[in-house]
């Protein structure tokens, strides 16, 4: 902790939790999808559900998955601003589960090649954790830079990676294997303490049986 | 890294600095980074507190749920007929001001927390025009209200849903009042004095949110513990002490919050967020679904 987040952070109000929280799960989970975003379909769970109205809770999530920041002005009016990117979308209201955080969102979300199923929950003061992709438990902050790969379930795959980071002197901080299945396929999550070129990300998807890797920056 | 007021206190006193100084370099020294970088970090802070203010008086606001909106602006304009008078009334307007920019999805420093935004701005920028402080000297004293911010987050809790509202809406004053003592010319003892004063005075403030939202009475409360932040700094100056030191009440904050049922932290379950009026606004926002 430090004096900034004392005074700070500068966001967009009203809630820390129900605002700024709710526009870093939308970026987070706009990079996951990592292509143009069509159509996002957002469940609101617990807490979201019942105040989202008015702490501007959906706004925000919207405006987020624009890829707005959290002190953007232009949050309120992120309706307006999906609707002229051609961004659809429809809230939905989810039944809270004993093992869910009170302030959690799905989102499901339809990019111009894929599709990706992200769930996520805002965990105070601004900080968030997305907790699932297409399924796969995975635990990401977006507070480091990370890698998040679908590849092959297969031996080796995990080295490959670590070594090829390893090569650009990337020092691993976490990192999380997950799968559908033995031998189907398998998602990684890597967080680092430095950032991840562009060219690195790019050795990454040529790794043999990489299906798939994207890099995001920190929020 | 510093964990008591006492000893922010010891070393400023000790070099015959301010605590602001003291705690820009500590804070230098952990971010290893330079003073400059971070008053550059805090003067646009400062700015975006300004800029809220101004938007808050001037504007014709509504927040998101439609129960607030104008009464930084209208307490304003009501000043010149006050009881209050000026200065603390025009820190009352100012921190309902930043509250309304708040609940209306403007942009605000949080301070310690988006709830909270109000108070330290309106006393710093008040507290400042009254002795014709420099900006550089308000950005300053914003130093002084993170440390004291820290060493509450780090002893007790900021949040409301943890502590209730005197960790939240009652630490902004701590830290207002510590920071307006500084920027009056007090010595660090009557800051610290100043934290302990705000501090006890509001020990036990519950967090009670009506419908859950930062509005009710969250706005009124940021106006009116501006005032309080600047009443508890003048005992201060005046030299007036705290029997119990800053540190030891902070402590006692931190086990009353324990103490505190849930309903009264955050969760809407008490208070006024349980009143017949506040149920009825409940419902009435609950009609309106996601779209």
Redesign the interface.
Known sequence: MNIFDIIGPVMIGPSSSHTAGAARLGKVAMHILGEKLLFAEITLYGSFAKTHKGHGTDLALVAGLLGLQPDDERLRESFKLAKERGVGFKFLQGELKREMHPNSVMFKLKGSSSERVVVGASIGGGRVIVSSIDGFSVNISGEYPTVITLHEDKPGMVGRISTLLATYDINIAQMRVSRSQKGGTALMVVETDSEIPKYVEDAIKEIEGIKRAISIAPL | MYTTIQELIKTATREGRKISYV?KRL?AK??ETTEEE?TK??R??FK?MKKSIETGLTQDLQ???GLTGTEGKKFWKYIPNSITGKPVAEAIARAMAVGN???????????????A?GI?PAVILTVGELFKRSEGEMVDS??T???I??VI??RAS??G?EGGCQAECGSAAA?AAGAAVELAGGSPHQVGDAVALALKSIMGLVCDPV?????VPCIKRNGILASMAISVADLSLAGIRSVIPADEVIDAMKSVGEMLPNELKETALGGVATTPTAKEIEKN??E????
């Open positions: 705690a804070e952990e971010l971070l970090s805090m646009e802070r975006v927040s998101m749920s920019v708040n609940a209306s999805m403007g942009r605000i420093v949080a301070a310690p927390t988006a709830g935004s330290l914003l130093f209200a993170g440390a911010g820290k987050a780090i900021l949040s849903a830290m419908a859950g939202l930062v509005e926002l609950k309106v679904s996601p779209k």
